[in-house]
C-alpha cells in the first residue's frame, strides 16, 4: 500500500494520490487500505517515515563523513536531501501530508521525529553532551522543515534548500 501511494505520487504528487487508487494500484480492498491508514495524509506520512527509517539504516551502515561535527551534518543532510530531490513529486506530497493536524499523522511525525534525531545523533563527536545534542537535532530538524515547506510552496529552489540547509548548519555549530 505504502509502495502505491509512492507510485501514485510519483505520477502526479500529492493531488494524484487518492484512497481509492491507491487501493486498485495495490489490489486491496478499499476497507483493507483504511483498515491501516485513516487517510491519504495518513498514508502518506507512513511513506515518508518509512523513507526515513531507509535513510537511517543507510546512514548507520555508512557513518557521516567529515572531520568536524558541521561536515557530518553536512553529510547527513546531503544525502537525505539528494534522496528528497531524486524524487520531487513524491516528497512533495510526504511533506504536504506531514502537514496535516490529524493524530495518526501525528504519531508518524513522532516517529520521524525520533528517527531523524538518530540520523542526526550519527554526526556529533564523541564529546558533544546529550543536552547540546539534543538542541543541536531539535534546532536542525525545525530548520530543514522549515525549509522543505518553502520547497513544496515553491517558495526555495533545489540549490536554495542545500544552500539554506547548509548555512543554518554552520551557524549553529559555529
Given at each position: ?70 561536515a557530518r551534518f553536512d553529510d547527513v543532510l546531503s544525502r537525505a536531501l539528494t ?27 513522532e516517529h520521524l521525529n525520533g528517527s531523524m534525531g538518530a540520523i542526526l545523533d ?5 564529546d558533544d553532551g546529550p543536552t547540546y545534542r539534543a538542541t543541536v537535532s531539535r ?36
Amino acid at each position: 500500500m505504502l509502495h502505491a501511494a509512492v507510485e501514485l505520487a510519483a505520477a502526479g504528487g500529492y493531488e494524484a494520490v487518492q484512497m481509492r487508487s491507491v487501493a486498485e494500484t495495490a489490489d486491496v480492498a478499499l476497507g483493507t487500505l483504511y483498515n491501516y491508514f485513516s487517510s491519504k495524509d495518513h498514508l502518506l506520512a507512513a511513506a515518508l517515515v518509512s523513507w526515513n527509517d531507509l535513510l537511517r539504516t543507510s546512514i548507520e551502515a555508512d557513518p557521516p563523513h567529515g572531520t568536524t561535527t558541521a561536515a557530518r551534518f553536512d553529510d547527513v543532510l546531503s544525502r537525505a536531501l539528494t534522496a528528497m530531490l531524486s524524487a520531487p513529486d513524491v516528497s512533495k506530497a510526504m511533506v504536504t501530508a506531514m502537514m496535516s493536524s490529524s493524530d495518526d499523522v501525528a504519531r508518524c511525525k513522532e516517529h520521524l521525529n525520533g528517527s531523524m534525531g538518530a540520523i542526526l545523533d550519527a554526526a556529533f563527536g564523541a564529546d558533544d553532551g546529550p543536552t547540546y545534542r539534543a538542541t543541536v537535532s531539535r534546532t536542525v530538524e525545525h530548520v530543514w522543515y522549515s525549509v522543505l515547506i518553502g520547497w513544496v510552496n515553491n517558495w526555495l529552489d533545489d540549490s536554495e534548500v542545500e544552500q539554506e540547509l547548509t548555512d543554518a548548519v554552520h551557524l549553529i555549530l559555529r
